[in-house]
């Protein structure tokens, strides 16, 4: 069982970019048919599924997300991440990586998730 590594700055200063990295340890993100994606819950709420990155590098976003956030990845370093840029108090939640595929199964890989708070 691959166990993904959130990282990232724990508290971010409304209008300021939410920045934070998955890395994922031995395989390759680039390996055919992954879809790594980034989940968070804001307090007191549901799983909220943000967007995802496929192994060939193509992307897809939440709607209701897709103008404020972004994807991307560092093959060299097998890590893929997360930018909001200016991200407001709602922004506020427990951030996770995990792993799927292209084909919709169930995500098999999580990491164990990260504090973000959103605040001056």
């Known amino acids: 069982q691959v166990q993904l590594q959130e990282s990232g700055p724990g508290l971010v200063k409304p209008s300021q970019t939410l920045s934070l990295t998955c890395t994922v340890p031995?395989?390759?993100?680039?390996?055919?048919?992954?879809?790594w994606s980034w989940i968070r819950q804001p307090p007191g709420k549901g799983l909220e599924w943000m967007g995802v990155?496929?192994?060939?590098?193509?992307?897809a976003y939440s709607p209701s997300l897709k103008s404020r956030t972004s994807i991307y990845r560092d093959t060299s370093k097998n890590q893929f991440s997360l930018q909001m840029p200016s991200v407001t108090a709602e922004g506020t939640a427990v951030y996770s990586c995990?792993?799927?595929?292209?084909?919709?199964?169930?995500?098999?890989?999580w990491g164990q998730g990260t504090q973000v708070t959103v605040s001056s």
């Open positions: 990155i496929a192994y060939d590098g193509s992307t």
């Open positions: 995990a792993r799927g595929d292209v084909h919709g199964r169930p995500y098999d890989c």
């Open positions: 031995g395989g390759s993100i680039t390996t055919s048919y992954y879809a």
